[in-house]
């Protein structure tokens, strides 16, 4: 019998190929083929060593969406949610604040299940190691892999359920615009991988989230809300492209394309700049053409910070991720820093 296989492995290469490929994925990935981290056993009759290492604490579960990034799409509801105020105290309209004020919660709990969402993947795919910079709950084994999947899919059955409640009051665009967030928030790693992670988060933080809702507490669309909305996209984008330049290094080992892994360093500090100055631009251009008052280019008071996060990025090399370790999060700190004060600006322009 094992002279009729040996024979048969002989004379056809492909099973050959097959199962040496089988033998070297169980030895690296360990039983049936999953991947295997380090420190995790071989057998799943010893798993007694895995079971201690999970031990998350509230604060991981806290932690664990990345609540700082809530405030990406969050704020451009708050400035939709000005824009209708502005609007009402010039010719009163029929408005449902308390659907704005759902839209703004919603949005970031939608974020928090997309970063889950997108963690999950990561890990499960191998982009994600021990070596990477900002590794997450799952590198660290804070958290088990479906214990993250669950709470990215209960974030999301959340944010659907409020999206529903909206719908209910309202009509299609709402449902058109839902999909739309369901598509990107549940495959954002699809479209980060083929270089896409920028694209959607404009498309997101800016049409979506802005004329969402505005929709949502008008039931009618106003095109201008798109406009309003692109300073506060732009700065957004700083943060997710500046992970995507930070993880150059680790992305091409991964063999995952992202804007930076194709233009580079040097392209993805230019554009790490044309979003963070042009942030600025939009404004006075939306000055200029009397969508917002005078009084919101006081905004600029926070160029400064603007500066000293472009010269971090002007550190940033192919092969040295270090320089701008954190400077995801120092992008992200300074988005809610200007969007906060352009939306103050912007509210305090309704009694001048």
């Not at 990034?69 to 009163?92: C, E, K, N, W």
């Not at 299940?113 to 799952?138: A, F, M, P, Q």
């Amino acid at each position: 019998m094992w002279s009729l296989r040996a024979n048969n492995l002989i004379k056809s290469p492909a099973r050959w190929t097959a199962l040496r490929s089988a033998q070297r994925r169980t030895l690296r990935y360990g039983w049936l083929g999953r991947a295997r981290m380090p420190g995790q056993p071989t057998s799943p009759f010893r798993n007694d060593r895995l079971k201690m290492e999970y031990k998350a604490t509230l604060q991981d579960w806290f932690n664990a969406p990345r609540p700082w990034s809530f405030s990406m799409p969050g704020m451009t509801a708050v400035l939709v949610f000005i824009y209708v105020f502005l609007l009402h105290r010039q010719d009163p309209i029929t408005v449902n604040w308390l659907f704005g004020a759902i839209s703004i919660v919603a949005v970031g709990i939608l974020q928090g299940s997309c970063n889950l969402l997108s963690d999950y993947v990561d890990y499960k795919t191998w982009v994600d190691r021990e070596d990477i910079y900002g590794s997450t709950h799952l590198v660290r084994k804070v958290f088990r892999p479906e214990t993250v999947l669950a709470y990215a899919l209960w974030l999301l059955f959340i944010g659907i359920a409020m999206g529903v409640l909206i719908l209910s009051q309202t009509g299609l665009p709402i449902l058109y615009i839902g999909i739309l967030a369901f598509i990107f928030t549940v495959f954002y790693s699809y479209f980060k991988y083929r270089a896409m992670g920028e694209l959607v988060s404009l498309i997101t933080y800016g049409p979506l989230v802005s004329l969402g809702t505005f929709y949502a507490m008008t039931t009618y669309l106003d095109w201008t809300v798109v406009a309003l909305s692109l300073p506060l996209t732009f700065i957004s984008v700083t943060t997710i492209h500046a992970n995507n330049t930070r993880d150059i290094l680790h992305d091409r080992r991964a063999k995952i394309t992202t804007i930076p892994t194709l233009i580079g360093a040097k392209g993805a500090i230019l554009e790490y700049k044309i979003f963070m100055y042009g942030s600025y631009l939009l404004v006075v251009a939306l000055v200029l053409t009397g969508m917002m008052h005078w009084i919101t280019l006081f905004v600029m008071l926070t160029l400064p910070g603007a500066i000293r996060r472009c010269r971090i990025m002007d550190t940033a090399t192919d092969d040295q991720p270090a320089n701008i370790s954190d400077l995801d999060l120092k992008s992200s700190q300074f988005q809610l820093i200007f969007s906060s004060v352009l939306c103050g600006l912007f509210l305090a322009s309704a009694w001048l």
